[in-house]
């Protein structure tokens, strides 16, 4: 036998090469390396603490790991797949390194649990990584509004347009959606960062550890309540991977937007070249490709997340071997997410808006016929009425090829009796933006405040 598995004691046979290649994870939880460290670190810690391994071993072990960390950053490090995973790769080098001492590391631990904490710690690290993107995103949204608070286009419901709001507002939309994220994903955090080191195999432990010390070593929450659910709890991963899936729609809708506002029959932003890729075959093209494919990824994180939701099923307590199928779609997830957010803030940090084609195409869409319908119902006619006659006079304007604005007294009179002069400037675009002035609307007041609230919120 060319070399004995640190599980081989009761084996006679070699495993069958395609087996170690089919059950192996190493080449991807490799990944996870760093919180594997960690987590012995603290557990090696804990051991000496609690008088079940010495003092001196615990020393050597802690300092054989910061090596292997040094041979894994240097590339030194020999990853072996008749190893399986990260968990027994490092164990078997730190037991080449220091001997004894590293074989006592393992002592009133699993990998069961070792594992679920490794996970636990990588999907947590990532997570609060995309918080901070999250958050440069929207400062990008912020800084953008804030310049536009006064730009005008036109808002649409159906993607038809119906009225004018402030470019500042509609930029701002996508902030909170984003704020929502941010919230959940530290939310998702505190479930996510609580220690299962001392579950072991699925029982307990027989040996005195001090489960809540490794917890406050490691920057957790608090630790596990029940060995059997702490080894077979994924949850947290499945949530992470949610949060992920809203982050990227929320990132598709706002490419959709960029995409078709880059289309020339809108014309309104202008893509930053850096950001854009040209046609192969027709030099007048500048394409949205980011946005596109962007918006193409969201596919696979919500195909992650259905993976492992389907992995889960049905499994029974507690630790099933398929839960190694947990990592690869959270790894995907991690780098399409993080990759996403940080080409969107960049592109909208490089993003150019062109406000004078945003108010010709806003003008020429009787985006204030809602107006004139308000001021009859000012002079008295009930809104259904209202809605009819203004349904007139948007008639009338269109068969003469006019806006709303630009109809005489006496054609607006053809429609009804009680238009007057007055009306004019009831129709002018910046005025029904202004007037929009309650909490949450598009009038600038209330631009001004969202601006406030969420850059207060970006500088704590
Ligand atoms: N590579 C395994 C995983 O990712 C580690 C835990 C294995 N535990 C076991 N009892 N075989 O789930």
């Excluded at 960390?69 to 995973?85: K, L």
């Excluded at 038809?160 to 909170?176: C, R, T």
């Excluded at 009680?418 to 009038?443: F, H, M, N, P, S």
Aim: a negative charge.
């Amino acid at each position: 036998m060319a070399e004995k598995k640190m599980w081989g004691g009761r084996f006679r046979q070699k495993t069958a090469a395609l087996v170690e290649e089919y059950t192996q994870s190493v080449s991807y939880d490799r990944l996870m390396y760093r919180q594997d460290i960690a987590g012995s670190t603290a557990h090696a810690r804990m051991l000496a603490r609690q008088g079940i391994i010495a003092q001196e071993d615990a020393e050597r072990i802690v300092s054989g790991l910061a090596q292997i960390r040094e041979e894994i950053e240097s590339g030194s490090f020999q990853w072996r797949t008749e190893m399986e995973d990260v968990h027994m790769n490092i164990e078997s080098r730190l037991s080449e390194l220091v001997g004894d001492a590293g074989k006592r590391l393992h002592t009133g631990r699993s990998r069961n649990d070792q594992v679920a904490l490794d996970f636990r710690l990588y999907v947590s690290d990532a997570i609060r990584e995309w918080q901070e993107q999250v958050r440069a995103v929207i400062a990008e949204l912020v800084k953008q509004a804030a310049q536009h608070v006064d730009t005008l286009l036109p808002g649409c419901t159906h993607m038809q347009p119906a009225q004018p709001v402030s470019l500042g507002h509609h930029l701002l939309a996508f902030a909170w959606m984003l704020r929502r994220d941010y919230d959940r994903m530290a939310d998702c955090d505190k479930r996510t960062r609580v220690c299962p080191l001392g579950a072991a195999a699925l029982a307990g432990t027989t040996y005195p550890l001090d489960p809540a010390s490794v917890a406050e070593e490691l920057g957790m929450f608090g630790t596990f309540r029940n060995s059997m659910d702490a080894v077979s709890d994924r949850d947290f991963a499945m949530e992470a991977m949610f949060s992920g899936s809203l982050v990227m729609a929320h990132l598709s809708r706002l490419c959709e937007e960029l995409i078709i506002w880059a289309n020339p029959n809108f014309g309104y932003i202008y893509l930053p070249d850096a950001y854009a890729t040209g046609s192969s075959i027709m030099p007048q093209k500048k394409n949205p490709d980011v946005a596109e494919i962007m918006r193409g990824k969201v596919g696979r994180v919500y195909g992650s997340l259905m993976t492992l939701l389907t992995t889960v099923k049905g499994l029974p307590m507690t630790y099933n071997r398929d839960l190694q199928e947990d990592k690869e779609p959270f790894m995907d997830t991690d780098k399409t997410v993080s990759s996403s957010l940080a080409l969107m803030a960049g592109m909208l940090s490089e993003l150019r808006f062109n406000t004078g084609r945003m108010a010709a195409v806003m003008r020429s869409g009787f985006l204030n016929a809602t107006e004139l319908a308000d001021y009859l119902v000012g002079k008295g006619v009930p809104f259904r009425e209202a809605h009819h006659i203004t349904g007139a006079a948007v008639a009338l304007a269109e068969d003469n090829g006019k806006a709303l604005e630009d109809l005489s007294v006496d054609e607006f009179r053809s429609v009804s009796e009680l238009i007057g002069d007055d009306v004019y400037a009831v129709l002018d675009y910046e005025a029904a933006v202004a007037r929009r002035k309650t909490q949450g609307g598009t009038g600038p007041g209330s631009v001004r405040a969202q601006l406030e609230e969420l850059g207060a919120w970006l500088g704590a």
